[in-house]
T-cell receptor
Framework: EAQVTQNPRYLITVTGKKLTVTCSQN?????MSWYRQDPGLGLRQIYY???????DKGDVPEGYKVSRKEKRNFPLILESPSPNQTSLYFC?????????????FGPGTRLTVL | KQEVTQIPAALSVPEGENLVLNCSFT??????LQWFRQDPGKGLTSLLL?????REQTSGRLNASLDKSSGRSTLYIAASQPGDSATYLC????????????FGTGTRLQVTL
């Protein structure tokens, strides 16, 4: 089944404890992206990647890191999480960016930072 | 500032009614506009993508229109069903923003029996 998977689905952690949210897609898509969703603010893009080893900042990259060493994986790293990073996170992928192609979204990761 | 607005934030209609969801954007220099559906506890599902050169797109009971000059898009849902209950989001790819979509905050739709 073609899908985008994220792990974990739910995570409660404490301030300053490094964490990684994994994202994987099995559709051989070139483009992958991370979003966060907050009430009243909608989805905001954190980082995106047009291809392996190519990543770019979205609208809210501060406090996050990403890497794209393989086409299928695009992990989101929070080196020192803070309470303002409590949010619902989505990973998405598409064949070649968002200009012509629909995006496929993962189920989301709900992160709480205490 | 390039923004996307969706009004109303919530809408409740009886089953069988035709309905229209609205999306407005602040800059007519767009590459495309996309409509998504989000179910509680789940990710987004792409519904329709309209290129800037197009006026509308249709998929089943859904029809999305685009009017760049007025900065508006509408999503028309015909003969609504309880299964259509979800949050509907629109997103705009503004020209010159590479691959960064700007999302609206969504309209939460409830279709009642």
């Amino acid at each position: 089944e073609a899908q985008v998977t994220q792990n974990p689905r739910y995570l409660i952690t404490v301030t300053g404890k490094k964490l990684t949210v994994t994202c994987s897609q099995n559709m051989n898509h070139e483009y992958m992206s991370w979003y966060r969703q907050d009430p009243g603010l909608g989805l905001r893009q954190i980082y995106y990647s047009m291809n392996v080893e190519v990543t770019d900042k979205g609208d809210v990259p501060e406090g996050y890191k990403v890497s794209r060493k393989e086409k299928r994986n695009f992990p989101l790293i929070l080196e020192s999480p803070s309470p303002n990073q409590t949010s619902l996170y989505f990973c998405a992928s598409s064949p070649f960016g968002v200009a012509y192609n629909e995006q496929f979204f993962g189920p989301g990761t709900r992160l709480t930072v205490l | 500032k390039q923004e996307v607005t969706q009004i109303p934030a919530a809408l409740s209609v009886p089953e069988g009614e035709n309905l229209v969801l609205n999306c407005s954007f602040t800059d007519s220099a767009i590459y495309n506009l996309q409509w998504f559906r989000q179910d509680p506890g789940k990710g987004l599902t792409s519904l329709l993508l309209i290129q800037s050169s197009q006026r509308e797109q249709t998929s089943g009971r859904l029809n999305a229109s685009l009017d760049k000059s007025s900065g508006r898009s509408t999503l028309y849902i015909a003969a609504s069903q309880p299964g259509d209950s979800a949050t509907y989001l629109c997103a705009v790819l503004y020209t010159g923003t590479a691959s960064k979509l700007t999302f609206g905050t969504g309209t939460r739709l409830q279709v009642t029996l």
